[in-house]
């Protein structure tokens, strides 16, 4: 090879290992999250051995991967930490917390040398040393047998390790004269079914023809697949009084917890050999053959038929077990890149808007062909956006596996005893949602943490659990998803908000507030009523930008609490920001469109409709219901028509109504920015393109509620509302 063949030759393989890490990225990061999530798992029941399994498969697939892809660092590093889950898997040590603690270090050093790649920097090459000190001081204590009795966990352990299932592969060939000798071969056969799962064949090639049967002679063997717990002395027992006159082999082929990242299991040929039923210059003769092996040995008759099968046998059964162990799914999937997603919604975005313009100009056509092509696209593109939505859901679960971590390590530093419990997991939320929802959840559950659950001495003394509870939960509400953060700790202090706000001015002190009111004090900007400034909290920047990340969301916060009992946050959140079912009315020459999950009924507004207490108010069935004015609230300027229509919506569980000159009906609407200059206008949630053409406003209801409600309250104070 020449120096040009030989540079060509390394640039190639450059480009090949690029190529691998780029496509191995995410799959790296899930298999961080898995490690971490099996991790924590695992130190809820050190001995349960399908999260030891998991550690270490995790583990061993980080390592190969890691190498296959030249991430030699990684993969070594891995490999020790591996060693140590192999020595824990075989019950020689126990997964203690200590244990617990150094391999999620070890798991966030791993994190951060495939960070020093992917995002850039470099990795702390003397914390992995010390992280790998650090096992090696723990082997001795929990790898080498003492004199002394063990200690009741690792007993316990040592216990549970021996109960493993393994498969055995055994041939029983009996002595010719076991019959004579007073024994039931298939007695022995019955003892191996109690044992476990036990599969068997009987191999009759030795048996003669008639003329040459001796009847009281044995001439058949079996082959017995046993998968059990028992153990090698369990089957050992069985063939206790024929083990000196007949030949009984067992061997181990398969165990759990080991190789359980491997479906697949030995060649049949491989199988032949291991049993003395074929020799490896047999077998290499007929691999050459273009049929199948089982039918090229039996064809040649080298092998007999029952020895096919039972090989075969010996290949199914095991391939079954592992499938089984890792909950194999039968259903595929494929990684497809975040920009490319994007890029198809947003195509979809657009052929709605299409679609819409030729639906209107259908309607005010002559042409019944036309309409009628115009309702079929019109069904195919509402089922292609509801299918491009519904590959953009993603279960809210691992959003909420990521905070396991975050509360173990919290109430750790905080001298708490504090477990996170989940529910709803399997809840479907839009990509885009969960994304922008990490930040705003882990304020809440800091604040849970730190300002919620009490110490254990306190809650002892308060007649609670030692241990406090923070429960995190998704459910689907129609068009939204609610997601609740509770804690059973102390409960919001209603007084000491109160004087927190007067003393920085955000009420007077004879103001008089409702519960509600008085917990929403906390999403001031700057609110806190720690004592002190800590590492965790006290500097007043938390729910402010909880409530900020909600609202640009379109969703809602609601805060619920009992003193002694625990708080409660509720968030209401869109299933989807991209594509949503609007409902679109028009004042004067402009349309706006109300988010359809928000409106509960339309009707005309009442010409006795009018202010009462310095708001507007209509009777809707005897109910007295605030309304705002739409045109005067965008200053629109047209004439007023004879009769208004009055959408009520229900903003944050109250009926709010909104005038509108008129109601036009569903509208499949497509969100579009506003663009910089008029992101920050309030009330208004984006834009979207009609069917001829002309923007219309999506209106953000509970931003514009809040607004008006704001202004109105000023100026009845006789304050200057320009502002608002």
């Given at each position: 090879m020449d120096d040009k063949e030989q540079e060509g030759y390394y640039d190639s393989s450059e480009n090949i290992i690029k190529e691998l890490r780029a496509t191995f990225r995410e799959e790296a990061y899930d298999l961080i999250a898995e490690l971490e999530s099996a991790l924590l798992e695992l130190e809820k029941d050190p001995l349960d051995k399908e999260q030891i399994g998991r550690v270490f498969r995790v583990m061993h697939t980080i390592k190969g991967s890691g190498g296959a892809c030249e991430f030699h660092d990684i993969s070594a590093f891995t490999h020790e930490i591996e060693t140590i889950f192999d020595k824990v898997r075989s019950g020689k040590m126990a997964a203690t917390s200590g244990l617990i603690t150094l391999t999620l270090a070890a798991l966030d050093q791993i994190k951060a040398m495939f960070s020093a790649y992917y995002l850039g920097g470099a990795a702390d090459e003397g914390r992995a040393r010390e992280i790998l000190a650090s096992f090696k001081a723990l082997m001795p204590q929990a790898a080498l047998p003492e004199k002394k009795a063990p200690a009741p966990e690792q007993e316990a352990f040592s216990k549970e390790a021996a109960q493993r299932s393994k498969t055995y592969r055994i041939r029983f060939r009996p002595n010719a004269d076991i019959f004579v000798q007073g024994t039931n071969p298939i007695s022995l056969l019955n003892e191996l079914h109690g044992l476990g799962t036990c599969k068997i064949v009987a191999q009759t090639e030795a048996v003669p023809y008639l003329e040459d049967y001796e009847p009281l002679a044995s001439y058949t063997y079996w082959d017995v697949i046993l998968t059990t717990t028992r153990g090698m002395n369990a089957i050992q027992d069985v063939f206790i009084f024929v083990k000196d006159t007949s030949e009984v082999k067992i061997d181990v082929i398969d165990e759990e917890g080991y190789l359980d990242d491997e479906k697949a299991y030995k060649r049949l040929g491989d199988i032949l050999v291991e049993r003395g039923d074929l020799t490896a210059e047999d077998l290499s003769k007929v691999l050459d053959s273009k049929k199948r092996v089982g039918e090229s040995l039996i064809e040649s008759g080298i092998v007999h038929p029952s020895q096919?099968?039972?090989?075969?046998?010996?290949?199914?059964?095991?391939?079954?077990?592992?499938?089984?162990?890792?909950?194999?799914?039968?259903?595929?999937?494929?990684?497809?890149?975040?920009?490319?997603?994007?890029?198809?919604?947003?195509?979809?975005?657009?052929?709605?808007?299409?679609?819409?313009?030729?639906?209107?100009?259908?309607?005010?056509?002559?042409?019944?062909?036309?309409?009628?092509?115009a309702e079929e696209v019109e069904r195919l593109t509402a089922s292609l956006r509801d299918t491009t939505m519904n590959i953009r859901m993603l279960p809210i679960g691992t959003t909420f596996s990521k905070f396991k971590r975050l509360v173990r390590d919290l109430s750790s530093e905080l001298g708490k005893e504090i477990e996170l419990t989940t529910d709803g997991a399997e809840t479907e939320l839009d990509k885009t949602v969960i994304e922008k929802l990490g930040d705003p959840l882990v304020h809440i559950i800091r604040n849970s943490i730190d300002h919620g659950i009490e110490h254990p001495d306190e809650r002892v003394a308060a007649g609670k659990p030692r241990k406090g509870t923070v429960r995190l939960s998704a459910i689907h509400s129609g068009a939204h998803v609610l997601i609740q953060v509770s804690d059973d700790g102390a409960g919001l202090d209603a007084d000491s908000i109160r004087a927190k706000a007067i003393e920085k001015g955000l009420i007077p002190a004879d103001a008089q507030l409702s519960e509600q009111e008085l917990w929403e004090l906390i999403l001031a900007p700057g609110f806190s009523t720690a004592k002190k400034v800590t590492g965790v909290s006290g500097r007043g920047v938390g729910m402010d930008v909880v409530k900020r990340a909600i609202d640009t969301l379109r969703g809602t916060l609601e805060i619920s609490s009992k003193k002694g009992q625990g708080t409660t946050i509720t968030l209401k959140l869109p299933l989807t920001l991209a594509i949503i079912d609007g409902f679109l009315t028009r004042t004067g020459g402009e349309h706006f469109i109300f988010p359809l999950s928000l409106v509960e009924e339309c009707i005309e507004l009442a010409a006795s409709s009018g202010k009462e207490h310095g708001r507007q108010m209509a009777n809707v069935r005897g109910k007295i219901v605030p309304y705002i004015r739409l045109r005067d609230y965008f200053g629109i300027t047209e004439a007023q028509p004879a009769f208004e229509q009055i959408v009520i919506t229900n903003v944050d569980s109250r009926r709010v109504g909104l005038v509108v000159d008129t109601v036009i009906g569903e509208h499949q609407t497509v969100l579009k920015s506003l663009g910089r200059f008029y992101k920050d206008v309030e009330g208004i949630s984006g834009a979207t393109i009609m069917g001829d053409g002309t923007v219309a406003l999506i209106l953000d209801i509970p931003k514009l509620v809040r607004m008006v409600e704001q202004r109105e309250a000023h100026l009845a104070a006789g304050e200057d509302a320009r502002a608002y």
């Open positions: 096919v099968e039972s090989a075969l046998l010996e290949q199914q059964h095991v391939r079954e077990l592992r499938q089984q162990r890792q909950g194999t799914d039968t259903a595929s999937s494929i990684r497809v890149a975040t920009d490319k997603l994007d890029s198809l919604v947003n195509l979809v975005g657009e052929l709605v808007t299409v679609q819409a313009r030729l639906s209107q100009t259908a309607l005010t056509s002559d042409a019944p062909a036309l309409l009628s092509i």
